[in-house]
């Protein structure tokens, strides 16, 4: 599956279970993406196309339906931008992030915003407790869980 289609869908079961389903417009750019990525010796699919390496994201949350004036130039990677209303932000995804920690970032961040859009509703909410839950790589899996008990897994992500 081609990064952009798989990440797509994990911004939309993001945008699903922080509330905002039919609230929000998801777009997905691939920016130096090498389509061979996805395949791994012998012709078969990869399961993990972006090796693992640091990784950086930036985020911004704006006013108004135009681009930002500083935005930075799209580097490689995958670049999210989502919007609702008159807010919006992206998140990138470095080509070189683990598939599990590029899903805990998206989830993340995608989080942050959706927290100011609500102005600070606990989304998602956490079951039992007055905060949010927490996007976390557990296990080798991408999951929500309370940031009182970090080790009890709540959710998968997507």
């Known amino acids: 599956m081609h990064p952009t289609e798989l990440v797509t869908r994990q911004a939309e079961a993001i ?11 998801i777009s997905v750019v691939t920016v130096g993406y090498d389509s061979t990525a996805l395949t791994g010796e012998h012709g078969h699919p990869s399961t993990a196309p972006f090796p693992a390496g640091a990784y950086s994201s930036w985020l911004a949350v704006q006013s108004g339906p135009g681009p930002l004036d500083d935005e930075p130039p799209l580097d490689d990677g995958v670049h999210v931008l989502v919007s609702a209303a008159d807010e919006s932000t992206r998140v990138h995804l470095p080509p070189d992030m683990e598939d599990v920690e590029a899903l805990v970032l998206l989830a993340d961040r995608l989080q942050d915003w959706a927290v100011e859009l609500t102005h600070g509703q606990a989304l998602p909410p956490c079951p039992g407790h007055p905060h949010p839950m927490s996007a976390a790589a557990v296990d080798d899996s991408a999951a929500w869980v309370c940031p009182a008990r970090p080790e009890q897994v709540l959710l998968p992500i997507a």
Request: aromatic share 0%; proline share 0%; hydrophobic share 25%.
């Open 15 to 25: 945008v699903d279970r922080l509330g905002l389903t039919g609230r929000c417009e």
